[in-house]
């Protein structure tokens, strides 16, 4: 990029060694303004300790917000209203994230005045794709400038070398801190490198940082209810809650009974296999409630339909396409699917497994007794019916046999 057309960028800012890096190069390599932005979105960091390191790295412009609340109200439900999986595992804890972090630094770009925004995603990660593909679906003219494609900085030695030359401020880092590389918000908290490189390796138990192994768990199940309004949780065990209150209370409550860990290699984006290891103990408490929630108050083709486009959702927030068109598209079908989900759902919580144990409607159930009963029915249903119903479903396997 041409160093010359740069005069203020609005970094994505952890105050971690990376980023704190990426500051000091940005400012070494285009002789630019910084601005930093760094997002509360439930990581369980003190975010504030941020604002410290930049002031004294110099940055007269800090963003410091918490993001929690929007964060689930607007990225996670609409998520979890489409039962949202990708390749059968992964609840997109990271993925869901980045549209809004996205969104907030290109808002923050136009509101500084900033000709760029920068990022610390390497270069070999899909979180590159998910920042720009976000910053230019909602600025089309900002200027994204990502380190890890331009520098040679590519070992953590490297990075550690630098930060001591320029006397940036790396309190413990060469002797502390996991050997494994994580991201965590208010959904999940992920794990990748390390031994986990090896898709053989059992991932030590001083790894999972959130869950409680599932057989040190409780001997005792906990019985909880989830009240859904328009598809959206609204309200545990009677008590309304903010959307991140309650997603926070989920959390607490699947991770005391060793819910939500999971070990995947997935597709990335970018063409390579990647393991990486997650908790997600609300999100999938919050999936099986979803779902039973669906069960009793969707229509059965609108369900399967549902369950037909889910998988290419799910690919499109994984991917980077949140801001897209089509991601639009499917969103407004899928929330218009979600009128009639509403009712409370029943869950038992034991030893990592979720069980839900009971489910109800009072305004939109579809289940009905008198027709479903193996009881008399009082002539509800014509049983004699099924006979023509079968007949004519059969017609074209009668007619596929003949032809063999």
Not at 71 to 79: A, H, L, N, S
Not at 124 to 135: H, I, P, S, W, Y
Not at 372 to 398: M, P, W
């Amino acid at each position: 990029m041409n160093t010359k057309n740069i005069n203020k960028v609005v970094l994505a800012y952890s105050g971690g060694l990376d980023t704190s890096v990426i500051l000091a190069w940005l400012k070494d390599t285009y002789n630019c303004e910084i601005v930093t932005f760094t997002a509360d979105i439930g990581q369980g960091e003190e975010v504030e300790a941020a604002r410290a390191k930049a002031k004294q790295m110099g940055v007269k412009e800090i963003f410091i917000e918490d993001l929690t609340e929007e964060y689930v109200r607007d990225f996670v439900f609409p998520m979890f209203r489409a039962n949202t999986v990708y390749e059968g595992s992964y609840l997109l804890g990271t993925s869901i994230a980045r549209p809004l972090i996205a969104k907030r630094l290109v808002e923050i770009a136009n509101q500084t005045g900033a000709d760029a925004i920068s990022h610390g995603a390497t270069g070999k990660g899909n979180d590159q794709v998910r920042f720009e593909l976000g910053a230019y679906a909602l600025n089309p003219d900002i200027k994204v400038i990502a380190p890890w494609r331009e520098w040679n900085l590519n070992s953590r030695e490297k990075l550690l070398a630098y930060a001591e030359d320029k006397k940036i401020p790396i309190e413990g880092k060469k002797k502390t801190g996991s050997p494994y590389s994580m991201d965590a918000n208010l959904l999940h908290i992920s794990y990748e490198g390390g031994q986990l490189e090896d898709p053989w390796c059992v991932p030590e138990e001083s790894m999972w940082r959130w869950t409680v192994a599932p057989e040190n768990a409780p001997d005792s199940g906990e019985s909880i209810e989830l009240e859904f309004e328009k598809g959206d949780p609204i309200a545990l065990n009677g008590k309304k809650l903010s959307p991140a209150k309650l997603l926070l209370s989920l959390n607490e409550l699947g991770s005391k009974h060793g819910i939500g860990r999971d070990d995947i290699v997935e597709n990335r984006y970018v063409g390579m296999k990647s393991r990486g290891c997650y908790e997600t103990p609300g999100g999938t408490i919050l999936l099986a409630a979803h779902r039973a929630m669906e069960s009793l108050t969707l229509d059965r083709e609108v369900m399967h339909l549902k369950d037909d486009l889910m998988p290419r959702y799910a690919k499109l927030i994984y991917n980077g396409y949140w801001w897209s068109p089509e991601r639009e598209t499917l969103q407004t079908l899928i929330n218009k699917t979600q009128t009639n989900v509403n009712g409370i759902v029943r869950l038992k919580l034991f030893k990592g497994s979720v069980y839900v144990t009971g489910r109800k409607s009072n305004s939109d159930s579809l289940f009905d007794e008198a027709i479903a009963t193996f009881e008399d029915d009082s002539g509800v249903y014509d049983q004699k019916d099924a006979d023509g119903f079968i007949k004519l479903n059969a017609l074209r396997l009668k007619l596929q046999s003949k032809r063999k």
